[in-house]
């Protein structure tokens, strides 16, 4: 059949090797740990218990609130960096990605100090803290390529502006809010540290119980029955979201510069909401700041004295330099691997659906590359233990494995910004360019990578921000020589003592910055490609 | 075409300062040299010129591979006892020595060292596992605060429960937090069997907060650190104090030596290691003095030799507790899930 349908043998090509990265570093060993808890007794107990319904409950509950949360606070803040042309755009684009790399730990700290009392409201509000960004950048980077013309003709036509957006606008946008709100789900879904520290013991989500019962307890049935539940649940809600993904239009795309411009009339009702979401984003991040200047006799710059040493009495191997020296390199390695597997994924499924292929093919490729984001990383770690050994290097211990964990994180969140884009495309022009006498090749340089080529950089930005906070993995695999800033924050709020305190919350300052000048530099490199369509 | 290049120039300088481009480090090992890799949790530390020497006495190099808590350490080595890790395994604490030898995680070994103090902490008739350092569970206070309120510094578990403390005590859940289970498991040894769930009560109506993790609990509610929270008595460790030292030399915060429980932290050589021969004489090492002497100020715990002496600030601050509350080993692990039910219901039901 293949030779009927044109590129379907090269889409299938590019989806090799992000398949069987995902095989090898996902599947097989999720599949091994859950069938090893299978082996064992407790697993019917725990599935027919009424605690565990709840636990589901609670789970998808509180990850629903966190990413309505999310998608009202993260619209305004997308539209003021894809429709205004506003002096402070790019250093706001930049700052609100900072949540992302800061350590839950430390979020969850300043969050108990603001909200005392903790509970629900704080889990869904902190949880909803670290992922507005993925809804303000990533709806962000197709607003901005959205033709104003059509918004300009309803208007017009008489049409109000809320009138206007909600007919005009929004349904151009759904497929990007769906894709940013699946992965916001996911996070918020599997978010372990800030429920565990705003819940107080109180509240546990599967993802708290898997921890528990994998890490603590080591009651593998009861967690594999655990992650079973979670990966049903994570697939159920990626179904809903490819479904509603298919329904829709190609949008008319154009390039940034004509479609960003001064706002005005009510428009500016909008910018102040998202000058004030920015606020509220930034509340906890001067709590953190403040932190790292106080010490017992007021004001000092003793933590970030102290960044260039080793803590308190030498209580880390590396100093708070070095470390975020080993951050940008592991992050580095993820990034580029993640961005090369996410571009041959992408490529894949737009290719795929472009040859008429079964939609549920697309679909279940699609789900299948996103699960990563949805199961529990003690499931995967643990998973890892009992697997790896069997290939060549035993990466089990290898500090490879770091960049390995944190690409697999990091390449579901490439496809979901690269992949409305790619997709909204409009054919015409693709045809058109074929028509012409383009190659497929040459297609896609003129065609796809200048109108993705912005989203391609966001996406860069994001992972690898995703990559400088990442934890769970690295403070497992790496070792104490290369420590990241986010192990080196983790080991230094564990001890006592004043200095190692102050120098804790100087390097999440430092942490910060690394993450402002990095997306500063990933954004100059947008403006050379913005512009040539 | 420039977009290309600046794309492909940026992959190149990316790839400049990516991991593979730092090689040739100080993990490499020189020809010639052991290697023996050495499996802990992530609170391991030890001064580098201490490495070096056994290094360059021996011709070891130990390779350190942290694999989160004592707990998760435990249990990834039973997970992996088929393909271990590593050829030696330090952290395996009071709490989970149980797990490890019933799951036959480690090897008979008995160092010469062993009969030099480590020995008194003997879990094991077969010499499996040795006895490495001692860290304290202990409730410290705020005594400049208490002072504030007209309160004298308390001494018992039952001061705690007495109403001029009320609302004062800030404790970790036992489920999340292993100084948590610490003290939890000092009730429990101190009230016996029956009486502990009841002291539980009457602390819960005292007011006691609970919190789930250590670094809440010290650095957020407890007064006497640096985030100078609102509860001027908290469940940290013995040594603590000793990293709470003013500037006129005097400690700011204080141990109390009659609520301790005594967590002992354990080496031993790994059933299947690559390298047992090495392995032993990294677990001799462990034991030996020069690692003995910084284990107090680089993991803020006790060491398990006798007549090693403990740091000044130690001295003054942080004396070890002389008579600490035990369970045995094989105790904790039958009832530990029990407790921490129980617990729970008293607590927070």
């Given at each position: 059949?293949?030779?009927?349908?044109?590129?379907?043998?090269?889409?299938?090509?590019?989806?090799?090797?992000?398949?069987?990265?995902?095989?090898?570093?996902?599947?097989?060993?999720?599949?091994?740990?859950?069938?090893?808890?299978?082996?064992?007794?407790?697993?019917?107990?725990?599935?027919?218990?009424?605690?565990?319904?709840?636990?589901?409950?609670?789970?998808?509950?509180?990850?629903?609130?966190?990413?309505?949360?999310?998608?009202?606070?993260?619209?305004?803040?997308?539209?003021?960096?894809?429709?205004?042309?506003?002096?402070?755009?790019?250093?706001?684009?930049?700052?609100?990605?900072?949540?992302?790399?800061?350590?839950?730990?430390?979020?969850?700290?300043?969050?108990?100090?603001?909200?005392?009392?903790?509970?629900?409201?704080?889990?869904?509000?902190?949880?909803?803290?670290?992922?507005?960004?993925?809804?303000?950048?990533?709806?962000?980077?197709?607003?901005?390529?959205?033709?104003?013309?059509?918004?300009?003709?309803?208007?017009?036509?008489?049409?109000?502006?809320?009138?206007?957006?909600?007919?005009?606008?929004?349904?151009?946008?759904?497929?990007?809010?769906?894709?940013?709100?699946?992965?916001?789900?996911?996070?918020?879904?599997?978010?372990?540290?800030?429920?565990?520290?705003?819940?107080?013991?109180?509240?546990?989500?599967?993802?708290?119980?898997?921890?528990?019962?994998?890490?603590?307890?080591?009651?593998?049935?009861?967690?594999?029955?655990?992650?079973?539940?979670?990966?049903?649940?994570?697939?159920?809600?990626?179904?809903?979201?490819?479904?509603?993904?298919?329904?829709?239009?190609?949008?008319?795309?154009?390039?940034?510069?004509?479609?960003?411009?001064?706002?005005?009339?009510?428009?500016?009702?909008?910018?102040?909401?998202?000058?004030?979401?920015?606020?509220?984003?930034?509340?906890?991040?001067?709590?953190?700041?403040?932190?790292?200047?106080?010490?017992?006799?007021?004001?000092?710059?003793?933590?970030?004295?102290?960044?260039?040493?080793?803590?308190?009495?030498?209580?880390?191997?590396v100093?708070?330099?070095e470390a975020a020296e080993n951050s940008l390199r592991a992050a580095t390695d993820a990034t580029l691997l993640?961005l090369v597997?996410?571009?041959?994924?992408?490529?894949?499924?737009?290719?795929?659906?472009?040859?008429?292929?079964?939609?549920?093919?697309?679909?279940?490729?699609?789900?299948?590359?996103?699960?990563?984001?949805?199961?529990?990383?003690?499931?995967?770690?643990?998973?890892?233990?009992?697997?790896?050994?069997?290939?060549?290097?035993?990466?089990?211990?290898s500090a490879t494995?770091v960049p390995l964990?944190q690409a697999?994180?990091?390449?579901?969140?490439?496809?979901?910004?690269?992949?409305?884009?790619?997709?909204?495309?409009?054919?015409?022009?693709?045809?058109?360019?074929?028509?012409?006498?383009?190659?497929?090749?040459?297609?896609?340089?003129?065609?796809?990578?200048?109108?993705?080529?912005?989203?391609?950089?966001?996406?860069?930005?994001?992972?690898y921000?995703?990559a400088l906070?990442?934890?769970?993995?690295?403070?497992?695999?790496a070792r104490?020589d290369s420590?990241t800033?986010?192990?080196?924050?983790?080991?230094?709020?564990?001890?006592?003592?004043?200095?190692?305190?102050?120098?804790?919350?100087?390097?999440?300052?430092?942490?910060?910055?690394?993450?402002?000048?990095v997306?500063?530099?990933?954004?100059?490199?947008?403006?050379?490609?913005?512009?040539?369509? | 075409?420039?977009?290309?290049?600046?794309?492909a120039g940026a992959a190149v300088l990316a790839a400049g300062c990516s991991t593979g481009g730092s090689g040739g480090g100080s993990g490499e090992?020189?020809?010639?040299?052991?290697?023996?890799?050495?499996?802990?949790?992530?609170?391991?530390?030890?001064?580098?010129?201490?490495?070096?020497?056994?290094?360059?006495?021996?011709?070891?190099?130990?390779?350190?591979?942290?694999?989160?808590?004592?707990?998760?350490?435990?249990?990834?080595?039973?997970?992996?006892?088929?393909?271990?890790?590593?050829?030696?395994?330090?952290?395996?604490?009071?709490?989970?020595?149980?797990?490890?030898?019933?799951?036959?995680?480690?090897?008979?070994?008995?160092?010469?060292?062993?009969?030099?103090?480590?020995?008194?902490?003997?879990?094991?008739?077969?010499?499996?596992?040795?006895?490495?350092?001692?860290?304290?569970?202990?409730?410290?206070?705020?005594?400049?605060?208490?002072?504030?309120?007209?309160?004298?510094?308390?001494?018992?578990?039952?001061?705690?429960?007495?109403?001029?403390?009320?609302?004062?005590?800030?404790?970790?859940?036992?489920?999340?937090?292993?100084?948590?289970?610490?003290?939890?498991?000092?009730?429990?040894?101190?009230?016996?069997?029956?009486?502990?769930?009841?002291?539980?009560?009457?602390?819960?109506?005292?007011?006691?907060?609970?919190?789930?993790?250590?670094?809440?609990?010290?650095?957020?509610?407890?007064?006497?650190?640096?985030?100078?929270?609102?509860?001027?008595?908290?469940?940290?460790?013995?040594?603590?104090?000793?990293?709470?030292?003013?500037?006129?030399?005097?400690?700011?915060?204080?141990?109390?030596?009659?609520?301790?429980?005594?967590?002992?932290?354990?080496?031993?050589?790994?059933?299947?290691?690559?390298?047992?021969?090495?392995?032993?004489?990294?677990?001799?090492?462990?034991?030996?003095?020069?690692?003995?002497?910084?284990?107090?100020?680089?993991?803020?715990?006790?060491?398990?030799?006798?007549?090693?002496?403990?740091?000044?600030?130690?001295?003054?601050?942080?004396?070890?507790?002389?008579?600490?509350?035990?369970?045995?080993?094989?105790?904790?692990?039958?009832?530990?899930?029990?407790?921490?039910?129980?617990?729970?219901?008293?607590?927070?039901?």
């Amino acid at each position: 059949m293949a030779h009927g349908r044109p590129g379907l043998t090269g889409a299938l090509l590019a989806a090799l090797p992000p398949l069987g990265f995902l095989v090898v570093f996902f599947l097989w060993p999720v599949a091994a740990i859950i069938r090893l808890g299978l082996l064992g007794d407790g697993v019917g107990a725990v599935l027919a218990s009424a605690d565990t319904w709840g636990l589901v409950g609670f789970t998808v509950g509180q990850a629903a609130a966190a990413t309505a949360v999310a998608v009202v606070a993260g619209l305004p803040v997308a539209f003021l960096l894809a429709r205004t042309s506003l002096r402070g755009n790019g250093f706001i684009r930049a700052a609100v990605l900072v949540p992302f790399v800061l350590p839950t730990v430390v979020v969850g700290l300043a969050f108990r100090s603001l909200l005392p009392e903790g509970g629900v409201v704080a889990i869904v509000l902190a949880n909803a803290f670290f992922n507005v960004a993925v809804v303000a950048r990533s709806v962000a980077g197709v607003w901005s390529h959205v033709d104003r013309r059509a918004e300009d003709a309803a208007r017009v036509l008489g049409a109000s502006r809320l009138r206007t957006f909600l007919s005009v606008t929004l349904p151009v946008l759904r497929p990007a809010i769906g894709s940013a709100a699946s992965v916001v789900f996911l996070f918020c879904a599997t978010s372990f540290g800030v429920v565990l520290l705003l819940g107080g013991g109180e509240y546990s989500t599967l993802e708290t119980e898997i921890y528990l019962r994998t890490v603590q307890l080591l009651d593998l049935p009861g967690a594999a029955a655990l992650s079973l539940l979670q990966v049903a649940a994570v697939f159920a809600v990626l179904v809903i979201g490819a479904v509603t993904r298919r329904r829709q239009a190609a949008a008319r795309m154009r390039g940034t510069a004509e479609t960003a411009r001064r706002p005005v009339g009510g428009e500016w009702a909008v910018v102040a909401v998202a000058y004030a979401v920015v606020a509220l984003l930034l509340v906890p991040i001067a709590a953190l700041v403040v932190r790292s200047l106080s010490t017992v006799d007021g004001w000092g710059l003793a933590g970030y004295r102290a960044l260039a040493g080793t803590g308190y009495r030498g209580s880390l191997q590396v100093s708070g330099w070095e470390a975020a020296e080993n951050s940008l390199r592991a992050a580095t390695d993820a990034t580029l691997l993640a961005l090369v597997l996410g571009v041959l994924a992408s490529v894949a499924l737009v290719s795929l659906a472009r040859t008429k292929a079964r939609p549920g093919l697309v679909d279940a490729l699609d789900t299948a590359f996103m699960l990563p984001l949805g199961v529990s990383a003690v499931t995967v770690g643990f998973g890892y233990l009992i697997t790896l050994d069997a290939l060549p290097g035993d990466l089990r211990t290898s500090a490879t494995l770091v960049p390995l964990a944190q690409a697999l994180v990091v390449t579901p969140l490439v496809i979901r910004m690269l992949l409305p884009v790619l997709r909204s495309i409009d054919d015409r022009l693709r045809q058109a360019a074929a028509t012409l006498g383009a190659s497929p090749w040459r297609v896609w340089r003129e065609i796809d990578i200048p109108l993705a080529g912005r989203s391609l950089l966001a996406a860069a930005a994001f992972g690898y921000v995703v990559a400088l906070g990442e934890f769970g993995a690295t403070s497992f695999l790496a070792r104490p020589d290369s420590a990241t800033l986010p192990v080196v924050i983790g080991r230094l709020v564990a001890r006592p003592g004043e200095l190692n305190n102050q120098m804790a919350y100087a390097a999440c300052t430092l942490l910060m910055l690394v993450t402002i000048a990095v997306v500063a530099l990933i954004e100059r490199l947008r403006v050379a490609s913005v512009g040539e369509f | 075409m420039r977009r290309i290049a600046i794309l492909a120039g940026a992959a190149v300088l990316a790839a400049g300062c990516s991991t593979g481009g730092s090689g040739g480090g100080s993990g490499e090992a020189k020809t010639g040299e052991r290697t023996v890799v050495l499996v802990t949790h992530d609170s391991f530390d030890a001064d580098a010129a201490v490495l070096e020497k056994f290094r360059a006495d021996t011709g070891i190099k130990i390779d350190v591979r942290k694999s989160g808590d004592a707990g998760a350490l435990t249990n990834q080595l039973v997970l992996t006892k088929g393909a271990p890790l590593g050829d030696a395994a330090f952290g395996v604490d009071t709490t989970f020595a149980s797990r490890a030898l019933d799951e036959g995680v480690f090897a008979e070994y008995r160092s010469p060292e062993a009969d030099k103090g480590p020995q008194r902490y003997s879990v094991d008739d077969k010499n499996r596992l040795s006895a490495v350092d001692v860290g304290d569970v202990c409730v410290n206070v705020d005594p400049a605060a208490l002072t504030a309120k007209n309160l004298p510094v308390p001494a018992s578990f039952e001061d705690l429960a007495d109403a001029k403390y009320k609302d004062l005590l800030v404790v970790e859940d036992p489920a999340t937090s292993s100084p948590g289970l610490a003290f939890v498991l000092g009730t429990v040894a101190h009230y016996g069997n029956q009486g502990w769930v009841n002291y539980w009560q009457r602390l819960k109506a005292n007011g006691v907060k609970v919190v789930s993790g250590w670094e809440e609990a010290y650095t957020q509610e407890f007064s006497g650190s640096s985030g100078k929270g609102p509860r001027p008595i908290v469940v940290s460790y013995a040594s603590s104090p000793s990293a709470e030292i003013g500037d006129d030399g005097k400690p700011r915060t204080q141990a109390l030596l009659d609520t301790c429980f005594r967590q002992v932290e354990y080496a031993g050589v790994l059933n299947g290691a690559k390298n047992t021969d090495d392995a032993r004489k990294v677990v001799d090492f462990l034991l030996s003095e020069p690692f003995q002497k910084q284990v107090p100020e680089k993991m803020y715990v006790y060491p398990a030799r006798e007549g090693v002496a403990l740091p000044d600030a130690w001295q003054k601050a942080a004396p070890l507790p002389q008579s600490p509350a035990t369970l045995a080993a094989g105790d904790i692990q039958a009832n530990r899930e029990r407790w921490i039910t129980q617990w729970r219901t008293a607590v927070r039901g």
